[in-house]
């Protein structure tokens, strides 16, 4: 059974940083694409960031410029690295095995103006 673990999240003024973890429980991490979402209360899911097998990354526009997906296959760890956060940012973040059913419990991220 896979297992993906957030944490990192929390409240933070605007402006300000936090960096996301998500743990992989199997080693299958290393072969996949790996994902971010983010969901606010009355919204959809959106996609944050992803990042594949080989580093290649893609960012909403939302994000561009100050949020940065890094990844470390030898610890099975998925990182977002969120930078000049703004209160639109306010969600719950979770990771996710690209093309999987496997998601995480989820982390908020909540920024105050």
């Known amino acids: 059974q896979v297992r993906l673990v957030e944490s990192g999240g929390g409240l933070v003024q605007a402006g300000g940083s936090l960096r996301l973890s998500c743990v992989c429980s199997?080693?299958?991490?290393?072969?996949?694409?790996m994902t971010w979402y983010r969901q606010a209360p009355g919204k959809e899911r959106e996609l944050v960031a992803q990042?594949?097998?080989?580093?290649?990354?893609n960012y909403a526009d939302s994000v561009k410029g100050r949020f940065t997906i890094s990844r470390d296959n030898t610890k099975n760890t998925l990182y977002l690295q969120m930078n000049s956060l703004k209160p639109e940012d306010t969600a719950a973040y979770y990771c996710?095995?690209?093309?999987?059913?496997?998601w995480g419990q989820g982390t908020q991220v909540t920024v105050s103006s």
């Open positions: 199997e080693s299958i991490f290393s072969d996949r694409t």
């Open positions: 996710h095995i690209h093309w999987s059913v496997y």
């Open positions: 990042i594949s097998s080989g580093g290649a990354t």
